[in-house]
């Protein structure tokens, strides 16, 4: 099991960034994908980006291309959500989950995450 631990959160202007961490403990990341999921209040949680377990391959939420990039560092044991041109509809808790690398499946799916952070609200004012 993998301990996750979100950071990096807060209060920003409609258009400015954030850069979120997830930090692991209790194993080491590399043989997990890891994905960034987002829930705002009286909504379904929603995904919004993920990076395989080599590092190699990125996907990412239609509404947060071009302006999000997820990233990690094995060596650190740590995923990041760099996340620019923020909008008000970006508002939600941001959680972070691990999903092993034997899981197959479509990584927008949360069923293949099998460790989730408690997640780091991110406000944006208008």
């Known amino acids: 099991q993998v301990q996750l631990g979100e950071s990096g959160g807060g209060l920003v202007q409609a258009g400015g960034s954030l850069r979120l961490s997830c930090a692991a403990s209790?194993?080491?990341?590399?043989?997990?994908?890891m994905g960034w999921f987002r829930q705002a209040p009286g909504k379904e949680r929603e995904f919004v980006a993920a990076?395989?377990?080599?590092?190699?391959?990125?996907y990412y939420a239609d509404f947060v291309k071009g302006r999000f990039t997820i990233s990690r560092d094995d060596a650190k044991n740590t995923a990041y959500l760099q996340m620019n041109s923020l909008k008000p509809e970006d508002m939600a808790v941001y959680l972070c989950?691990?999903?092993?690398?034997?899981?197959?499946?479509?990584?927008?799916?949360?069923?293949?995450?099998?460790?989730w952070g408690q997640g780091t609200q991110v406000t944006v004012s208008s």
């Open positions: 989950a691990a999903r092993p690398r034997f899981w197959s499946g479509a990584y927008s799916s949360p069923i293949g995450y099998h460790d």
């Open positions: 209790g194993r080491t990341l590399n043989t997990y994908a």
């Open positions: 990076i395989s377990w080599t590092g190699d391959n990125t």
